[in-house]
């Protein structure tokens, strides 16, 4: 039987996960060796903030979505992308 990690499945890893000490993620996805953060904003136009930077390096995440409540989606930084919740289920995360 395979281990989590080499799963082709998601893995859920959890909601509010913040390792002690570290920056805080709203939801953190494990697939395969591939490491998906979520953070959900209820502004329409979010602002990368030092902490997503922390957990982009401390979690060694490939990729942050920022969910947001507005129209656009756009680059906040190389591997952090803001995407507004309707468009968030068409978009391929992986």
């Known amino acids: 039987m395979p281990s989590w990690r080499q799963s082709a499945e998601p893995t859920f890893v959890g909601i509010g996960h913040r390792p002690e000490p570290g920056p805080e993620l709203d939801l953190l996805i494990v697939r395969g060796n591939r490491r998906v953060g979520f953070e959900f904003k209820l502004g ?28 656009d989606r756009f680059k906040l930084a190389p591997k952090v992308e803001a995407v507004p919740l309707r468009q968030l289920r068409d978009t391929r995360v992986w």
Not at 50 to 56: D, E, F
Request: aromatic share 4%; proline share 4%; glycine share 4%.
């Open 44 to 71: 329409s136009a979010p602002d990368l903030t030092s902490s997503m930077h922390a957990a982009c390096q401390d979690l060694a995440l490939d990729r942050l979505w920022v969910v947001h409540h507005g129209k």
